[in-house]
């Protein structure tokens, strides 16, 4: 037993030893210290707009409705443009790439409406739709039953391997194949 508490002071004699504590134990209110740069990092973690799960850009909401998120067009094109940049970077020879995508018109949102029939004294048939509005903690909005996402109007890449016929085919054909674009919608441009 004896040996056992000699080797435990032999343990913290090496401890003893170290500069660094013996520097800190002559810090006054260390435990108060510790503390508040425990709870700074605690409210940086808390109040940050740290995305430890997901680091790629990815769509923000812009209105909810039954706990959907929708999509504002200028977010769907970054979110391609991000996508399609990291996947034409990867092909052998791209070089640097930047990628720039154009959109026909804005996300749609499709409505859930409640439709009436009329059916006048002349035998005509009136259809009415009003869409359903639901009332959200105060706020009347739509019910909404999903999302039309614009149509892309046309791409540009920019790479500094484009001067290679190769590249440039294998670039056009990844963009053919990821948004079933004609090959007149795409421009691909050498860069510096």
Known sequence: MSEEK???????????????????????????????????????????????????????????????????????????????KTIISKIKGAGSVDVMITLESGTNLLLANNETQNISSDDVTVVSANPIILDQNGNNMPLVVGEVLPKIKGVVVVSSGASDIAVRLNILHAIQTLLNLSDMQIQILVGK
Do not use: P
């Not at 032999?10 to 003893?16: P, R």
């Not at 134990?25 to 995305?51: A, R, S």
């Not at 990815?58 to 391609?80: D, H, R, W």
């Open 6 to 84: 000699s080797k435990e002071k032999g343990g913290f004699k090496f401890f003893k030893d170290w500069s660094l504590l013996k520097k800190i134990k002559q810090v006054k209110h260390i435990g108060l210290i510790v503390t508040i740069i425990f709870v700074l990092i605690l409210l940086i973690i808390l109040f940050g707009n740290f995305d430890f799960l997901n680091f790629t850009k990815t769509s923000k909401t812009v209105s909810q409705s039954s706990g959907y998120a929708y999509t504002s067009s200028i977010e769907y094109a970054e979110n391609l443009e991000y996508k399609l």
